[in-house]
């Protein structure tokens, strides 16, 4: 069964920086793209950022590039996003999400519980 | 960017009824379609890929059309686990964008 489990969410001030995890199990990451998606009860879902299978490409939505750096370490069966200079606007809760494993990041088949992320001072 | 417009925002109906919902985009996005489900509380679930493939253990009530840049939802019969909010996202160009929801409920 595939599981993906998120850690890291918390409240931060503006202008702070925060590091989630997701652990990967129940399948192969390595052959995986992977997904952070972020939703907020204002603007519901949105796309942040993936990163292909071994990591040589990754992609941004505009509001967070220069910010935000999604890794992964296939060895430890983990995907990361680091948050730095966050914004009241980042304020969600963050999602590890499951890509395919074809050359494109496809559609989100499997998604994590979700860890809260709060911005405020 | 593609932007995804789904309609209604809100829907009322009973159990039984055959439900349908719009996604629009503002460009062809081929096929490169999906639509999720979510439950209060509870993150989004796969339900269809491909415009009109369903995921494996979906029930065949759920039904998805469409090409270019219009798209349906069709819950054929609707059950009381079908309450919750709707959501459709293309995956055909970055950035990957999704709808803002449809909300049903009785």
């Known amino acids: 069964e595939v599981q993906l489990v998120e850690s890291g969410g918390a409240l931060v001030q503006p202008g702070g920086s925060l590091r989630l995890s997701c652990a990967a199990s129940g399948f192969t990451l390595s052959t995986y793209w992977m997904t952070w998606v972020r939703q907020t009860p204002g603007k519901g879902l949105e796309w942040v950022a993936n990163?292909?299978?071994?990591?040589?490409?990754?992609y941004y939505v505009d509001s967070v590039k220069g910010r935000f750096t999604i890794s992964r370490d296939n060895a430890k069966n983990s995907l990361y996003l680091q948050m730095n200079s966050l914004r009241a606007e980042d304020t969600a809760v963050y999602y590890c999400?499951?890509?395919?494993?074809?050359?494109?990041?496809?559609?989100?088949?499997?998604w994590g519980q979700g860890t809260l992320v709060t911005v405020s001072s | 960017d593609i932007q995804m417009t789904q309609s209604p925002s809100t829907l009322s109906a009973f159990v039984g009824d055959r439900v349908t919902i719009t996604c629009r985009a503002s460009q062809s996005i081929s096929r490169y379609l999906a639509w999720f489900q979510q439950r209060p509380g509870k993150a989004p679930k796969l339900l269809i890929y491909?415009?009109?493939t369903l995921e494996s253990g979906v029930p065949s009530r759920f039904s998805g059309s469409g090409s270019g840049t219009e798209f349906t939802l069709t819950i054929s019969s609707l059950q009381p686990d079908d309450f919750a909010t709707y959501y459709c996202?293309?995956?055909?160009?970055?950035?990957?964008?999704f709808g803002g929801g449809t909300k049903v409920e009785i």
């Open positions: 491909k415009t009109s």
């Open positions: 990163t292909k299978q071994d990591g040589s490409a990754t």
């Open positions: 999400v499951r890509g395919s494993n074809g050359n494109n990041v496809g559609y989100f088949d499997s």
């Open positions: 996202q293309q995956y055909y160009s970055y950035p990957l964008t």
